[in-house]
């Protein structure tokens, strides 16, 4: 059996599944497809009944008759919808699409069990595109556990649900008879006790029961941990080996100009601190890696900019480099502010800048006339040369992983750059030392004064009329407004709805011309969304109505309200993220939390912590209290800076420490990987670490 085998090749692919494999799970070969873990496990043998749904945070399993098939509403909101009964009550089951497939496969009036994510919606429950199966044909294997993979919009359309992957997994397992290679040097597979990779690969699949699942886990979170910390430590070692950096001698008249006569404001104390720091780690000779932790508005994009300044009063080049099109942009209108009439210049360099510009920026970046390069991370490709990089900036570091950096480091033939790493992820300081092995971690915890807190306040969805009028008085104040729709996963046709219905419900209730609205979502093009950006930034539009794409990072200092709408949707770090985007001023700013009257219970709870608490380091940690044990589900929402397969960087801290400690008795003996036992590691590393190069995926 060889893993590297393409996956085309396994019964029940082939070369268009295959495509669509690839392209949304990443998953190649037979490889990839094994380490393509369940998100979750569920119990086949507890069926909920429907009045005990209560929250819609957990997938559950339903037995009950399916009845009462209609279609409702019109053109691209059309769905079909049908009734689920049980003895206790019924539920309804919604497909945007494949209606016709659906109405020939299930017989109206007869007993189905159905496995889906409950909704909430108007007051009840519901079931999008649930999965329906036969009780006749139910499968009794000898688990009780079935395994639950995440699956994506366009892999259900093509026809690629998670039961599906089951069965790719089951054709695959089928066929393994010998022991595949183990992927961990024997001495340590003994010494640590684990399961040998075979059984933990099958079991994570099919477990046999709780407690070899459990140990099947086990496994792979040490093997997952273990091969980040070498990786980390390795980098650690050989970077400490070649230490050298640059020394940015002096604070010149660049800085001090921006000091004295640009900048509009003192700065806060911990950003003075934070900028001490960096001033001295630019002395020690050796290259500076820091992480720089600041909740949102903390004000760490002024840090970047006064450290780039630094590095261009002592004659080198700077850059920048932020995860998204439109942060990027805005990075540079800030920046390009900030500096005003100084002699200073500042390109931007994105994945949509035009050859021609692009020539340009190439060439002054060679020549030394540019100073400062923003951009996304268009920035590391190979064709971007620097005349004398000295100073990278990374912005929201959680997108951008160890090889990334590496990459940057090259920028510079004659030493690697100082790089500095900002993140408003609030990750506890002990773990993003154990995260970031090799980098000095630094904390901005203090907003600039006169920052009032945002006041934020939950009202009901029928309560919409008094939130509009409250709209009102704001904006006839000057102020701007934020309306946040949130993306629904399961559905992108549902999301769209939601947003555009959102968006005429708001021009009727604020028309022209007295109001105008901006509206912003995923499926624009990037020029269209930095354009209707634009026009709220410049307070053309006093209203923008938006999907989570504004996230991260924007920056409208006049917007003070932020009406994010179906509140109980987000997870608790989103929500803090979003409310981020208002209290930039000095003006009273307020965070306005939309929902339904009946709120599932752990929904309730999110909205009392939010408002209750401002601060993002407890709100993180409340985050974590929420999420059940064991659930891998939402990890995205977590805010943990690195994607993980199967270890959970919060909760397997007792992990981490034995892994460290593991990965570390291996470099001392071998650093270079040289002994015939650590082979394996080898390997793997080259193995693990080449793929990282495909950065979405791993960081
Ligand atoms: P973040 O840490 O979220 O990146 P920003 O750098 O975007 O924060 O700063 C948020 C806002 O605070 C910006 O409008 C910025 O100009 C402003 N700001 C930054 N530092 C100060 C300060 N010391 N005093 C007053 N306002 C500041
Ligand atoms: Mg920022």
């Not at 799970?25 to 979750?40: A, H, Q, R, V, W």
């Not at 190979?382 to 992983?401: M, P, S, T, W």
């Not at 407890?618 to 270890?647: F, V, Y």
Request: proline share 4%; charged share 25%.
């Amino acid at each position: 059996m060889d893993l590297n085998t393409d996956i085309t090749y396994l019964q029940g692919v082939g070369p268009s599944r295959a495509q669509t494999l690839s392209k949304e799970l990443n998953i190649k070969t037979y490889e990839d497809l094994i380490y393509y873990f369940p998100y979750k496990y569920i119990d086949k043998s507890k069926f909920y009944k429907v009045s005990e749904v209560n929250s819609d945070a957990v997938a559950v399993q339903l037995k009950g008759v399916i009845s009462k098939f209609r279609m409702e509403g019109e053109g691209r909101k059309q769905r079909l919808i049908a009734n689920l009964t049980d003895e206790t009550g019924s539920m309804e089951l919604i497909w945007f699409k494949g209606a016709q497939w659906i109405l020939k496969s299930i017989s109206s009036g007869k007993e189905y069990i159905v496995f889906g994510k409950p909704n909430y919606y108007n007051g009840r429950y519901n079931m999008a595109h649930p999965e329906i199966e036969d009780p006749q044909k139910a499968k009794k294997t000898g688990s009780k556990f079935s395994a639950q993979y995440s699956t994506s919009e366009s892999l259900k359309d093509a026809k690629i649900n998670s039961r599906a992957l089951v069965k790719l997994q089951e054709t695959f397992w089928s066929k393994v008879t010998a022991p595949l290679p183990e992927t961990l040097p024997g001495y340590i597979v003994e010494k640590y006790k684990l399961m040998p990779i075979t059984e933990a690969l099958r079991n994570i699949h099919f477990p046999k029961d709780e407690e070899t699942l459990s140990r099947a886990r086990t496994r792979l979170k040490f093997e997952e941990l273990f091969y980040i910390q070498i990786n980390i430590l390795k980098f650690k070692n050989e970077k400490n080996a070649v230490s050298r950096g640059f020394v940015f001698k002096k604070v010149g008249d660049v800085f001090n100009t921006f000091y004295s006569s640009y900048l509009p404001f003192e700065l806060t104390g911990a950003q003075k601190r934070v900028l001490k720091e960096l001033r001295a780690d630019f002395l020690t000779g050796r290259q500076c890696n820091r992480l720089i932790q600041g909740d949102v508005g903390s004000g760490k994009t002024l840090v970047a900019l006064m450290s780039m300044l630094i590095a261009v009063d002592n004659g080198f080049q700077a850059c920048i480099m932020a995860p998204t099109e439109i942060l990027a942009t805005q990075h540079y209108e800030t920046i390009k502010n900030f500096l005003g009439q100084m002699p200073v210049s500042v390109s931007l360099l994105t994945g949509s800048t035009k050859t021609k510009q692009r020539r340009q920026i190439h060439e002054s970046l060679e020549n030394g006339s540019l100073n400062i390069l923003v951009g996304t991370h268009a920035l590391i490709e190979d064709d971007v040369k620097f005349l004398n990089l000295g100073l990278a900036v990374i912005d929201e570091q959680h997108r951008f992983g160890v090889a990334q950096r590496a990459k940057l480091w090259q920028k510079n033939p004659a030493a690697p750059p100082h790089v500095v790493v900002m993140t408003a992820t609030p990750i506890p300081r002990t773990l993003a030392m154990t995260l970031y092995g090799d980098l000095d971690v630094s904390v901005i915890d203090e907003l600039p004064p006169g920052r009032k807190p945002v006041k934020t306040l939950h009202s009901y969805d029928a309560k919409r009329l008094m939130v509009f009028k409250f709209l009102r008085e704001q904006i006839a104040q000057g102020r701007q407004v934020y309306i946040v729709y949130p993306l629904i996963e399961e559905s992108k046709n549902f999301d769209y709805k939601d947003l555009t219905d959102g968006y005429e419900s708001i021009v009727r209730a604020f028309p022209p011309p007295q109001y105008a609205v901006s509206v912003v979502h995923g499926r624009m093009k990037p020029e269209e969304k930095d354009k209707a950006m634009q026009l709220f930034a410049n307070g053309t539009t006093q209203i923008m109505v938006a999907t989570t794409v504004i996230e991260v990072g924007v920056n409208v200092p006049n917007a003070t309200i932020m009406v994010i709408e179906s509140a109980e949707k987000f997870g608790l770090s989103q929500l803090h993220q979003l409310r981020g985007r208002v209290g930039r001023g000095g003006t009273q700013s307020y965070c306005i939390l939309m929902t339904d009257y009946k709120l599932s219970s752990d929904a309730k709870k999110r909205i009392e912590i939010m408002c209750n608490t401002s601060d993002g380091f407890e709100i993180s940690e409340q985050d974590l209290k929420l999420r059940g044990p064991g659930d891998m589900d939402g990890t995205q929402q977590s805010g943990t800076p690195m994607q993980l397969r199967i270890a959970d960087l919060a909760r397997d801290g007792q992990m981490m420490n034995l892994v460290r400690d593991a990965a570390r008795v291996v470099l001392e003996e071998d650093l270079s990987l040289q002994l015939p036992k650590n082979q394996i590691i080898k390997q793997r590393i080259n193995k693990i670490f080449n793929k990282e190069q495909n950065w979405s995926r791993i960081s």
